[in-house]
C-alpha cells in the first residue's frame, strides 16, 4: 500500500501561482508514474499533468505552459508548480501514482489539496 500526501494548496488570487507536493510512503523510483489531477465542483476529475519514471512529462492541453510537473526522487515527492492562476483553476487537487507489481498495475490516490483562486 503506497500513501500520498498533498500539500501546498491555498487561496491565491488570479495571476498567482502556488507549488503542490505529493510526498509518497515509498521511494518514488519504485513507482512508474505519479500525476495531478484535479476536481471542481460539479465536474469530473481530470488529469492536468503525470511525469513518467524516466522524466518524460504530459501536460492537458489547458494548463500547458503554466503548470510544470517534476519529481525529486530523494524526498520521494512530486511538485506541481502552477503559474498565472487562474478562476477556473479552482479545484481540489489530487496526486495520483501507479505502480507496476508483476502484470498488474496498481494505482493510489492522496486526499487532495484545496486551491481556490479569487479574480
Known amino acids: 500500500q503506497v500513501q500520498l500526501v498533498e500539500s501546498g494548496g491555498g487561496l491565491v488570487q488570479a495571476g498567482g501561482s502556488l507549488r503542490l507536493s505529493c510526498v509518497a510512503s515509498?521511494?518514488?523510483?519504485?513507482?512508474?508514474?505519479i500525476g495531478w489531477y484535479r476536481q471542481a465542483p460539479g465536474k469530473q476529475r481530470e488529469l492536468v499533468a503525470r511525469?513518467?519514471?524516466?522524466?518524460?512529462?504530459a501536460y492537458a492541453d489547458e494548463v500547458k505552459g503554466r503548470f510544470t510537473i517534476s519529481r525529486d526522487n530523494a524526498k520521494n515527492t512530486v511538485y506541481l508548480q502552477i503559474n498565472s492562476l487562474k478562476p477556473e483553476d479552482t479545484a481540489v487537487y489530487h496526486c495520483?501514482?501507479?505502480?507496476?507489481?508483476?502484470?498488474?498495475?496498481?494505482?493510489?490516490w492522496g486526499q487532495g489539496t484545496q486551491v481556490t483562486v479569487s479574480s
Open positions: 515509498i521511494s518514488t523510483f519504485s513507482l512508474n508514474s
Open positions: 511525469i513518467g519514471g524516466g522524466g518524460s512529462t
Open positions: 495520483n501514482a501507479a505502480q507496476l507489481s508483476g502484470s498488474r498495475y496498481y494505482t493510489y
